[in-house]
């Protein structure tokens, strides 16, 4: 009889791992190496040597960036006895830095608010990955805080291509899949080369290089309708020595210039969710209507949000996204019209 294949287990989110990571350098008062850190916070363990060991390198770098820019003050610790050596040098996250500052208190309504953000976050323990995590940094003589608040991720907030695209942006693979581009009649298979992934308009978006058209091209990850299929190494001498970072910032530099020159002209009703969430240039008119100008960088995605506010908006110019507005109004009202006998 043939053995039973034991099912590969799912690599943890970059949410899953950072929370994870996040709680080990709370914990510890001394702070952990990099080694310590790759042996005990789920996430890291796995084979540590090859291009394994670099991908995880650059995993890590990347979580200490994002958790810096998110507030959390990760701490490095240089060791006495070898000033600068980055595999000694110890992390931490010191617990005052990242506590309450002292008599701070909140009303009834700052306190009803915190209660709504907290609820897309699950109650109780901490997760099994992240009390191994723990036992494992007490077996190392760490002190733990057993108060810590018990959380972990309920919703994501990334698309589900984020993931198999950022691995492939650290190891420098090709990745290939299904793309719906508004339009178009059927979605169509993109081969590129994942360059870096940027956050505008409120959506994630790939940039790569498009293998079939020859240029660099933009996907809104949204729109990727298959998991991203890797399907080779890249060619390292078509973009040499230029890291993810400087091609987001090439790429977020094009899209603002692009929202500078795209502008749409609206009218929110005054006193609406629409005016709060969108206005940014208010007219002086004394009418129930106030008079807004929004940049933009894609049109169908404008239009969608536009839409979700119904009567609250008015699209004044330009002409294309009132007609796609509209047309999404439209077919609302006749989805949910009463057919007649």
Known sequence: MASERTP?????????????????????????TKSDIFETVHGYSGDGSGSAATAREKRFERDKTELRD??????????????GNNQLARYRV????????????FDAEETALLALAAQVWREGSVSQESRRGLMKLKALGETTSEDLVGVAPRLRARDAAFEP??????EGRLVSFSYAKPGEEAARVRRVEPLAL?????????????????????????????????LGAVDTKRYPGVTPEQHAARALDALAELARRQRARLEVREGSDAEVRLRSVASAADTPWREIELGYTDVDLLANRLASFGSEVRVLEPEQLAKLV????????????????
């Open 8 to 32: 590969r287990a799912k690599a943890p989110s970059a949410a899953e791992r950072q929370f994870s990571l996040v709680l080990a350098l709370l914990t510890t008062e001394r702070g952990l």
């Open 198 to 230: 940027v956050f505008a308009d409120a959506n994630w978006l790939l940039v790569s290089y498009d293998l079939d058209r020859a240029s660099e091209r933009m996907f809104l990850l949204a729109r990727i309708l298959s998991t991203p299929r890797t």
């Open 326 to 341: 509209e047309a999404r109004l439209t077919a609302v009202v006749s989805d949910h019209s009463e057919v007649a006998p």
């Open 94 to 105: 010191p617990q005052g830095g990242f506590s309450m500052p002292a008599g701070l208190e």
């Open 165 to 170: 695209l950022s691995t492939a942006i650290e």
């Open 70 to 83: 998110l507030g959390v003050p990760v701490e490095v610790i240089d060791d006495p006895s070898a000033p």
